[in-house]
C-alpha cells in the first residue's frame, strides 16, 4: 500500500451496465459515499462489458439514464469514458484513466459482492488493487464473502482493513467491506417486468427514480424484448 501525507479525499468509482440504473444503484452510491466521506462517487456506465451479455439499452440510452438520476443528488457524478472509448470495457482501463489525471488521489473502487467475487475473471485484476481501494458491498441473496476463488482469498485476507481511514490514508490497495441498507433490487427484474408493457410500468414505480422511469416508457426502451433476461 502506498502512503502519502495529507491526502485528498477518496473518489468513488461505480462501475455497472445500468441497464436501467435503479434505486438500489443510488442509495449504495449515497451510502458509501457518506459512510466513507469520499469526495463524490463517480457512475461508470459499461459500453461493453466483458463479463455478461450485451446490454438491452443502447450505451447512449443508459448514459442517459444515469445522467437523469444523478441530476438532484449532489455528490454523484457521471463519466462517459467507458462509453466513448473503443474496445472492451475493462475496469484496469478506466482507474489507469483516472489514476493519470489524478496521480494523488486515492480511488476507491465500490462493487457489490457478486461482482468482486468474480474478480479473478477480470482483466488484469490483480493490477486493480495497484491502482485504487476496492470497497465490497454485500448484495440481498448473494452470500458473503462466500467462497473465493485461493488467488482472490489470498487478497483478502492480505488486503482488508477495518478501518475507513486507511482509504484515505493511501491511493490505493485496501480491501474494505461496507455494510449498507440492503435493497433487493436488480435490473434484470425490473426489465423482465417492463416488457410487460403499461401493467410493467407500474409494477416498477419505486424501484428506479420517476424522471428514469418516463425515459424508458417515452423511448420504449424494455418493451417486449423476449431476451430481457
Ligand atoms: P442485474 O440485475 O442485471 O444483475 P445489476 O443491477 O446487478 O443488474 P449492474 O448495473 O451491472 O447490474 O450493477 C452494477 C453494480 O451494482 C454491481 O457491482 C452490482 O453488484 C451492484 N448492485 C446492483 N444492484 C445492487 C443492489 N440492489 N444492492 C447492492 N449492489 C447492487
Known amino acids: 500500500m502506498r502512503r502519502m501525507a495529507a491526502m485528498v479525499a477518496p473518489l468513488g468509482i461505480f462501475g ?6 435503479h434505486l438500489g444503484h443510488l442509495e449504495l452510491a449515497r451510502e458509501v459515499r457518506d459512510a466513507l466521506e469520499l469526495a463524490a462517487v463517480r457512475l461508470i456506465p459499461a459500453g461493453d462489458p466483458p463479463h455478461r451479455a450485451a446490454p438491452v439499452a443502447t450505451a447512449i440510452h443508459r448514459l442517459a439514464m444515469v445522467e437523469l438520476a444523478i ?3 449532489p455528490g454523484l457524478e457521471v463519466d462517459r469514458r467507458e462509453i466513448d472509448r473503443p474496445g472492451r470495457s ?12 489524478d496521480p494523488a488521489r486515492p480511488l476507491a473502487l465500490i462493487v457489490g459482492a457478486d461482482a468482486f467475487a468474480g474478480f479473478p475473471d477480470w482483466h488484469r485484476w490483480r493490477e486493480i488493487f495497484l491502482l485504487a481501494h476496492v470497497v465490497v458491498v ?7 464473502p462466500g467462497p ?9 485476507t492480505h488486503r482488508q482493513v477495518d478501518e475507513p481511514q486507511a482509504l484515505h490514508d493511501a ?3 485496501a480491501i474494505f467491506v461496507q455494510s449498507i441498507t440492503p435493497h433487493d433490487i436488480s435490473a434484470s427484474s425490473i426489465r423482465l417486468q417492463l416488457a410487460r408493457g403499461a401493467e410493467g410500468i407500474a409494477a416498477v414505480r419505486g424501484l ?19 431476451d430481457a433476461t
Not at 90 to 101: D, G, I, N
Not at 208 to 217: E, F, G, N, T
Request: proline content about 12%.
Open 16 to 21: 455497472g451496465t445500468f441497464d436501467p440504473i
Open 71 to 73: 441530476e438532484d443528488l
Open 90 to 101: 475493462y475496469t484496469v482501463l478506466t482507474l489507469e484513466s483516472l489514476r493519470a489525471e
Open 138 to 144: 454485500a448484495r440481498p441473496g448473494i452470500p458473503f
Open 148 to 156: 473465493l476463488a485461493p488467488a482472490l482469498a489470498d487478497e483478502w
Open 171 to 173: 491511493t490505493a490497495g
Open 208 to 226: 428506479l427514480p420517476p424522471v428514469v422511469l418516463a425515459y424508458i416508457d417515452r423511448n420504449q426502451i424494455y418493451r417486449s424484448r423476449p
